[in-house]
């Protein structure tokens, strides 16, 4: 009688995400992944073709989450800086729980990266990121700079949360300068 296996996706998935938190990328490997979930390495490869290509499927799930909680909370926060201040605060833990994961660890991997993929998921990420931005400061600024002001203040936040900048005041300063000049 063939064995049940349940979800077995979502087994590697969240074995795969405890394991980065522990091990980090670097020091992830499939065969480990597939005795923590008590399956064959060949089942694995039913699923994911590589590490890469899972991890990638957590970045998505991450960044899903993110999005969702900056969509279920912006309106919570008090005026336009405050909503920047806490869409920063929410990309700089994806961008702590992904990088620190091993993003950059990604350029050891023995597989040839999909570049031109990765390019039009980031510009996608950017863009779902840009529209929170351009909704927390519509009305603040004038509808001419909208979305050049969404776009600059989307790739600053990007910038500094991947080099895992804490110094949020300088942020609030710029914030300021963009608002009080409209």
């Given at each position: 009688?063939?064995?049940?296996?349940?979800?077995?996706?979502?087994?590697?998935?969240?074995?795969?995400?405890?394991?980065?938190?522990?091990?980090?990328?670097?020091?992830?490997?499939?065969?480990d992944i597939a005795a923590?979930?008590?399956?064959?390495?060949?089942?694995?490869?039913?699923?994911?073709?590589?590490?890469?290509e899972i991890?990638?499927?957590?970045?998505?799930?991450?960044?899903?989450?993110?999005?969702?909680?900056?969509?279920?909370?912006?309106?919570?926060?008090?005026?336009?800086?405050?909503k920047l201040i806490f869409i920063y605060s929410e990309i700089n833990v994806f961008m702590k729980l992904t990088h620190g994961s091993g993003l950059n660890d990604l350029s050891k991997e023995t597989e040839k990266p999909d570049f031109k993929?990765?390019?039009?998921?980031?510009?996608?990420l950017r863009n779902e990121l840009s529209t929170r931005v351009k909704n927390a400061i519509l009305g603040h600024v004038e509808q001419k700079r909208v979305d050049t002001y969404s776009d600059l203040i989307t790739r600053l936040f990007i910038s500094y949360a991947s080099e895992g900048s804490e110094d949020i005041e300088e942020l609030k300063d710029f914030f300021q300068v963009i608002i009080s000049n409209n």
């Open positions: 009688m063939p064995k049940y296996l349940g979800n077995v996706k979502e087994e590697i998935i969240n074995a795969t995400r405890i394991m980065l938190e522990a091990k980090g990328y670097d020091k992830l490997n499939i065969r923590n979930c008590n399956i064959g390495i060949g089942t694995f490869y039913n699923y994911f073709k590589s590490k890469n991890f990638s499927e957590i970045m998505k799930d991450e960044w899903k989450k993110t999005l969702k909680n900056i969509d279920s909370n912006l309106e919570k926060q008090g005026d336009t800086i405050d993929r990765i390019k039009e998921m980031k510009k996608a």
